[in-house]
């Protein structure tokens, strides 16, 4: 069966950035929607960011302004980059992937961000 595997995860103090990374690791047909959601401790899963086709994008209120969704058609892989990090940003990252065709979702295993203050 397909993973999504993440990377890019970490520690970092406040202001910083981080750079996440997402990939399946087979073929994935009929992609809708790729994107970023994140769990805090406590606190329900949230999306933080997502990329449709080729270039409609969707951000969080929280995030917008500091976060970057964007892909890479040939691999597949969706990435987010994450300037100014707050230690609100804390949090279990996941990637998802969405389909039409199939209308199988896919998630990734996610990744710990910590942003320390």
């Known amino acids: 069966q397909v993973q999504l595997v993440e990377s890019g995860g970490g520690l970092v103090q406040a202001g910083g950035s981080l750079r996440l990374s997402c990939a399946p690791s087979?073929?994935?047909?009929?992609?809708?929607?790729m994107g970023w959601y994140r769990q805090a401790p406590g606190k329900q899963r949230e999306l933080v960011a997502a990329?449709?086709?080729?270039?409609?994008?969707n951000y969080a209120d929280s995030v917008k302004g500091r976060f970057t969704i964007s892909r890479d058609n040939a691999k597949n892989a969706v990435y987010l980059q994450m300037n100014s990090l707050k230690p609100e940003d804390t949090a279990v990252y996941y990637c998802?992937?969405?389909?039409?065709?199939?209308?199988?979702?896919?998630w990734g295993q996610g990744t710990q961000v910590t942003v320390s203050s």
């Open positions: 998802k992937i969405e389909t039409r065709l199939t209308g199988v979702d896919y």
């Open positions: 087979g073929s994935i047909f009929g992609i809708y929607t």
């Open positions: 990329i449709t086709g080729r270039t409609s994008t």
